[in-house]
């Protein structure tokens, strides 16, 4: 059998979680001597970033009046990578995107569901058998579009001299959807309180990100804040001391905001690889050079939210693009 196709990994996640999930397939692909059939990951809302998974607590909740609301987005990462351009230890990797011309007979099938019911929540990089340190010397680099990396060149221009900032509050802030999900479930469960990032709220408001700034910074460098937060007038005191941008101060992004905020997201990503300084919300890791590449993950000059208290073994869980763990 030439392909090998993964089944029942269903949980849904955002992009790095999917990201981690996505690389470790194509290597264990790779070592398994097969052509990876790329999955349809479940993917939360591409527009808000909400979603739960659990059915029992019914539809899911979405933060924006524009989300598509009844529609579920899967996606196989092609409209945002360039997997032509893959390569696994320099060398072109072949995958495949639309498996219909493959007759089943030639297909592995790998199932996941061993890893589901194992409650590793979905992230591979907790199966043993996909953490291996033969995996992890793997070099895997998949670049984003050409088109977002040109958009990304375009912007960075703009921008000369810049720190980026990566403000993440959507499912964290005080009255988010996240936060108020997530407190009932461990409520039903009778789990301790929820108090996963209690304090990110706090360390991702002006305040902190100005104490933040002037830490590393100057006025002398421009500001690209990406964030989740809908709302961006809260920043407005940042931008008494510093010249702000958003992606709303571009027209390439502002139109992505609505359609495809992953898409947005990578772009943010490619602003973040290449700004002069770097701060992140927590203490992580971000993909370097144009794309995903499993050994170009560096961390931030500084991050908002200093102590990470409560649920570490959940923290360690989602701290995949960490150094130490990389994919
Ligand atoms: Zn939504």
Redo the contacts with the bound molecule.
């Keep these: 059998m030439k392909y090998v196709k993964f089944i029942n990994l269903d949980v849904t996640a955002g992009l790095l979680h999917h990201t981690n999930n996505l690389i470790r397939i194509i290597k264990k692909s790779y070592l398994l001597g097969k052509i990876p059939i790329i999955p349809q990951f479940s993917m939360t ?1 591409k ?4 979603g739960f998974p659990e059915p029992e607590l019914g539809e899911w909740i ?3 009046p524009y ?1 598509k ?1 009844e529609e579920r987005f899967f996606s196989n990462f092609s409209e945002w990578c360039d997997f032509d351009k893959l390569k696994l230890n320099g060398e072109p990797y072949e995958v495949v995107i639309e498996d219909d011309d493959i007759s089943d007979d030639d297909i592995f099938v790998f199932d996941l569901e061993e890893d589901m019911h194992g409650g590793n929540t979905g992230v591979l990089s907790k199966w043993p058998e996909f953490n291996t340190k033969e995996m992890k010397e793997i070099i895997l680099d998949l670049p984003f579009k050409e088109r977002s990396i040109d958009i990304a060149q375009k912007i960075t221009s703009k921008l000369g001299k810049y720190v980026c900032v990566h403000v993440r509050r959507a499912d964290y802030r005080a009255d988010s959807v996240h936060r108020k999900l997530y407190t009932i479930l461990y409520q039903n469960y009778c789990l301790p309180p929820y108090n996963r990032y209690e304090k990110a709220d706090e360390a991702t408001q002006s305040e902190n990100i100005l104490n933040t700034l002037n830490s590393l910074v100057d006025n002398s460098y421009n500001v690209y804040l990406m964030t989740d937060e809908g709302n961006l007038e809260m920043f407005s005191e940042i931008k008494k001391e510093y010249n702000v941008f958003f992606y709303t101060d571009f027209e390439e992004l502002k139109e992505m905001r609505e359609d495809d905020n992953f898409l947005l997201f990578t772009i943010e990503l490619l602003l973040m690889s290449k700004a002069n300084k770097k701060i992140s919300t927590f203490n992580r890791g971000y993909f370097q050079g144009t794309g995903f590449n499993s050994t170009r993950i560096e961390h931030c000059d500084a991050w908002l939210y200093q102590e990470v208290e409560g649920d570490a073994h959940r923290d360690e869980v989602m701290s995949f693009v960490l150094n130490n763990d990389r994919p």
């Design positions: 809302c527009n808000c970033g909400n979405h933060d924006n989300c609301k």
